[in-house]
């Protein structure tokens, strides 16, 4: 893993305001501190989300470190954020959190961001979160995919995939959700259409976002084991388990990974009474083969490996632009869910 502190200015003037043609992010705050409460009132453009984790990174700079993880099919980097506690990096068990998977989820960003935020804000003045932090390493990538990311801010609002190009069609990009090597031929689970928006790849693992996160993944496994992964989307209000692929195959029955999904689908619906039905992933949607969940789970050996999709409902009709005003709620909802799971894993 390549860690790189940048030396970023707390007075930075944000990046110029998101094109109007993105759909929602309508402006970006000038000429204020990135680190606030107030980050979480709008959506940004992709250089202000990597500014935000350099200076978020720099303002804790005893509990964390940004991180690259790859490069996109564009050459862009995938940055992450690594938070760990007084005994430093890389020598407890790892927490994982993705956002922006698919380009089109821009709720997703933000409450990554603000989960990571909140970790290290409270980390001084609340007993369970410097616990937390002392006892786990978090690990967060608030835009798993950059290209199709800017693309939707500045091109297409609801586009989902990579930017990724192929001989032999004008069709462009792969559905990284459904690109991870578990499953990925599975039938009904995706499509090998390259013009379809659940399009698998050639092959598993063949975006090179996927490919690089896999990497990063494996290491962190064989370093320090896999504690948590989540891998946050929007929309449903669903906290939902393995397996994707199948709608037969079931985790054991009282597992502590079954178990604890709807510990987390409840503890996000108390804090604004918004409820999240927890179930396994099939179940609750449809088939899903190549999913990052599944593969964190039976690859990578997860401890507990959940997909998460944030507001709004499904009946909702703001679908994926959820709007600005619904950002920090969501996000406080995500937070109260980490929170409580937190406590669990201190014991279990």
């Known amino acids: 893993m390549r860690f790189f502190i940048a030396l970023f200015f707390i007075g930075l003037t944000l990046p110029a305001p998101v094109s109007p043609r993105a759909g929602d992010a309508s402006s970006i705050p000038v000429n204020e501190s990135l680190v606030s409460p107030s980050w979480f009132s709008k959506y940004h453009g992709y250089q202000a989300h990597v500014d935000f984790l350099h200076l978020l990174s720099k ?6 470190r940004v991180f690259t993880a790859g490069k996109s099919f564009e050459k862009r980097d995938i940055w992450g954020i690594h938070l760990f506690g007084k005994s430093g990096p890389r020598n407890k068990p790892a927490i994982v959190f993705f956002g922006t998977m698919h380009a089109r989820e821009w709720i997703t960003t933000m409450v990554t961001e603000y989960i990571a935020y909140s970790l290290l804000r409270h980390y001084h003045v609340d007993g369970d979160i410097k616990h937390a932090l002392d006892s786990f390493d978090f690990y967060i990538v608030p835009v798993v995919n950059p290209d199709g990311f800017v693309y939707s801010q500045t091109k297409n609002r609801m586009w989902r995939k990579n930017r990724q190009r192929q001989n032999g069609t004008s069709c462009v990009g792969r559905d990284l959700n459904r690109n991870w090597d578990v499953h990925w031929d599975q039938k009904g689970g995706a499509s090998g259409g390259p013009c379809q928006p659940t399009y698998r790849g050639y092959k598993p693992l063949d ?20 504690r948590l992964f989540i891998d946050w989307h929007s929309f449903g209000q669903l906290v939902m388990y393995p397996y994707g692929y199948s709608c037969k ?33 099939c179940g609750l949607l449809y088939p899903t083969s190549g999913d990052s969940a599944d593969y964190a789970y039976e690859v990578l050996g997860a401890d507990y490996a959940y997909t998460v999709e944030l507001r709004p409902g499904l009946r909702n009709k703001a679908g994926f632009r959820l709007p600005e005003k619904h950002i920090l709620a969501t996000a406080e909802e995500a937070w109260g869910g980490i929170k409580h799971v937190l406590q669990f894993l201190h014991h279990y």
Do not use: C, D, N, R
């Open 59 to 64: 303002e804790h700079g005893l509990l964390s």
């Open 207 to 226: 975006a090179p976002e996927t490919s690089a996160l896999a990497v990063e993944l494996q290491a962190i496994k064989e370093q320090q084991g896999l």
């Open 249 to 281: 195959k079931k985790l054991p029955p009282f597992s502590a990974a079954g178990w604890l999904v709807g510990e987390l689908a409840e503890a996000m619906g108390k804090v604004h009474g918004t409820k999240y039905k927890a179930g396994t992933a």
